[in-house]
Each structure stands twice: as structure tokens, then as C-alpha cells.
């Protein structure tokens, strides 16, 4: 066992891995390079399987005292079609301005070093952590996605309201304190038709002007990207480094599921470092826990991009879906 693993990034990957780490009794030093807490583009729906995660690191009574919302039911919009369902087990929706706040405090508290710099070298062993990692090219230009979020006052629903349209989709969650966070991925092409003002674009879709009316914003919109959904999974493994979270693979969020599989990979990897186990080890044990998720989530992009996911609406095994695009 080592003395102690580096991990780059504070993310929920990065804070899981420090509290596996701890867990085995090894050392762990953070490096990030934001303060936290802050806002980050996300649509803020944590899976159900989150919540073993936190009671497996004895977090579950800071959490709830966070106010997280509960979220009971999926709606997906297409145009003036709509699937609604149950989801087979509750879900929550917590800012992640509270949520990573209290994953990356919770691993300094059990001992965790945090140091807030970028990191631009590193020791071995280390988890890495540190988001989605991507260059565009001039070749992507207008294709390229953006994701841009906020959070609104607006009647609260216990379900996650999904609008596909135009390549584009729209989440509505409630998050802690009453409020509604808005998100959403478009292309870029789309988005400059609207000078890149949010408002204006949710506004020219008809079902989201009519859910939106009378909605206070209580904050500015946050935007990220380019997106690009990929995996690194079956890389070549680099003795020492492993990856873990966003930096290992982006699934599409319509799916809702990355943060579970951040949660995963990250005590995965924190747990493989402190053992010094082989990457190649751990790169098989990630592959079984996001290879299907990342699959399925392709499958039902292509749907949504190509209409078929508006056409067959009705047959969606929505709860089936769900299941299957968790981690
Ligand atoms: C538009 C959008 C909507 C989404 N909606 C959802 C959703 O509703 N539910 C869900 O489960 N998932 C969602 N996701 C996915 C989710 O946001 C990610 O899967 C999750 O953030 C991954 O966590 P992470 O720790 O791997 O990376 P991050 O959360 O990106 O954390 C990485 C951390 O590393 C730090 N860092 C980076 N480089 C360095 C460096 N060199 N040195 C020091 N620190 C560094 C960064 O500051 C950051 O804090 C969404 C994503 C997008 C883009």
C-alpha cells in the first residue's frame, strides 16, 4: 500500500477517490484549482444510486440537512408528443454548488489534503480527475454543443422535465431552497441565432415559453463547452494514472447519470491507487460499470437526432430506459 495518492481535481470523481483512499488507510492530497462552493453547468439530477454512494461514506445526514428536492417522475417532451413515467426509485436534485461543496469538505474533514492550485505535473499514484478534457477544431465549428444552465423561481414539480427539440434538449429539475434549475445542451448554429442569449432561445420553443411563464431567474446563466460525449476506457493504460469521472468518459447528460458514474470511478480509482493495483485492473472494473450506460445513451441520441425518439414515444420503455443508463 502507498503513503499517500495525488488526485488532480476536486470534482465529485476527485473527492470520492480521496475518501476511498483515506478509507485504506493511505494518504490523499487534492489538487483544485477552483474555490469551492460554486456553480457548475449541470442539470443537477442526482440519481438514485448516489444516495448508496453517500451512506457507504456515512454522508447521508449532512446531505439531507442540504434540503436536497425529491424527485419522483420523468417527463419527456417532444414537440406535442410526451412520455411521462415513475421513476423506479426516487431521485434528487441538489445544486452543485451544495453537493460538491459538501463531497470535497466531507474529504478534507476525514483528512484529506487540499491544496487550491491548477495542477499542471504529477506524483505517482494518481487519480485524475479533473473534468472533461477536449480541444475543438475550426472543422466543428457550428456543430459544436454548449451547455448553459440557471436557476429559476418557478412552480416546482417533482418531476424531471425533459424537451427535446431542434438537436437541442431542456431539463427542468427543483433543486434545494424551492428553486428550479434550467439546462440544457443546443448547438452552437442554434444558439447564435439567439446571440447566445438564453432567454431568448428557451423563449422560441413553444412548451417551454408556456412552462417558463411568469419564472423569475435568480441568477446569471452559466454556459460550457464544446461538449463532446466520449470514453476513455479502452485507452492504453499509463502505469500509475487513473482516470476517473468526466476525464475517463462524458456520457450524454440527458441521461442524468454522470455524477453516479463520477461517484464510482472516482471511489473505484481512489481505491485501486491506494492499493497500487494494476491500471489495466482498473480499467476492466470501469468498463463493466459504464460500457452499457455509454451504449444506450448513444443509441437514444441518435433517436432524439434523427426524430425516431419522437415517433416511438409512446412504445419507450421509459423506467426500463432509465435503469439502463445508470451506471
Ligand atoms: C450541460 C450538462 C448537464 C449535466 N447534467 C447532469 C445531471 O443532471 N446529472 C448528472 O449526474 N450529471 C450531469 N452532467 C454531468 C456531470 O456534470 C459530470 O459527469 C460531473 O461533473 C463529473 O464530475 P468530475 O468530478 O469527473 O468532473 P468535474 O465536476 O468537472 O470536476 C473536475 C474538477 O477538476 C478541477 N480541475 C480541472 N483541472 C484541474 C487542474 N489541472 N488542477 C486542479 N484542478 C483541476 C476543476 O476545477 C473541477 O472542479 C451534466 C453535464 C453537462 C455538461
Known amino acids: 500500500m502507498t503513503s499517500g495518492i495525488q488526485i488532480i481535481g476536486g470534482g465529485p470523481a476527485g473527492a470520492s477517490a480521496a475518501l476511498a483512499a483515506l ?11 477552483s474555490r469551492f462552493p460554486r456553480h457548475k453547468v449541470c442539470g443537477e ?50 445544486s452543485r454548488a451544495a453537493f460538491d461543496h459538501l463531497l470535497l469538505r466531507t474529504a478534507e474533514e476525514h ?37 448553459f444552465k440557471a436557476h429559476f423561481r418557478v412552480a416546482v414539480s417533482d418531476a424531471v422535465e425533459l424537451y427535446f427539440f431542434d438537436g437541442c434538449y431542456v431539463g427542468l429539475n427543483a433543486v434545494e431552497n424551492d428553486l428550479t434549475n434550467v439546462c440544457g445542451i443546443a448547438p452552437e448554429h442554434l444558439l447564435r441565432k439567439f446571440n447566445f442569449e438564453q432567454d431568448e432561445f428557451l423563449r422560441s420553443y413553444e ?13 446569471s446563466w452559466l454556459s460550457t463547452g464544446p461538449l463532446r460525449f466520449e ?12 482516470t476517473a469521472g468526466d476525464a475517463l ?3 450524454d447528460p440527458f441521461t442524468g447519470s454522470g455524477l453516479l458514474a463520477a461517484l464510482r470511478t472516482g471511489t473505484i480509482a481512489g481505491q485501486f491507487a491506494a492499493q497500487e493495483r494494476p491500471v489495466h485492473e482498473y480499467l476492466k472494473s470501469v468498463r463493466t460499470v459504464l460500457e452499457r450506460p455509454f451504449a444506450i445513451a448513444g443509441i437514444f441520441r441518435w433517436a432524439v437526432t434523427s426524430g425516431w425518439a419522437g415517433r416511438l414515444a409512446p412504445l419507450l420503455p421509459g423506467a426500463a430506459m432509465f435503469r439502463w443508463t445508470r451506471p
Open 23 to 33: 478509507r485504506e488507510g493511505a494518504g490523499a492530497r487534492v489538487f483544485e484549482k
Open 45 to 94: 439530477f442526482l440519481s438514485p444510486g448516489i444516495l448508496r454512494v453517500l451512506d457507504d461514506f456515512g454522508m447521508m445526514k449532512a446531505f439531507d440537512t442540504l434540503g436536497p428536492a425529491q424527485i419522483r417522475r420523468a417527463s419527456l417532451c417532444f414537440g406535442r408528443r410526451e412520455k411521462s413515467f415513475r421513476l423506479p426509485e426516487a431521485a434528487c436534485g441538489l
Open 111 to 147: 483528512g484529506a489534503v487540499v491544496t487550491h492550485a491548477t495542477a499542471t505535473s504529477f506524483d505517482k499514484p494518481t487519480v485524475l480527475a479533473r473534468g472533461r478534457h477536449f480541444a475543438s477544431t475550426a472543422r466543428d465549428r457550428g456543430q459544436r454543443l454548449f451547455g
Open 207 to 219: 412548451p417551454l415559453r408556456a412552462r417558463l411563464r411568469g419564472a423569475e431567474r435568480v441568477m
Open 231 to 242: 470514453n476513455g476506457f479502452r485507452a492504453e493504460p499509463e502505469e500509475g494514472v487513473y
Open 249 to 251: 468518459s462524458f456520457v
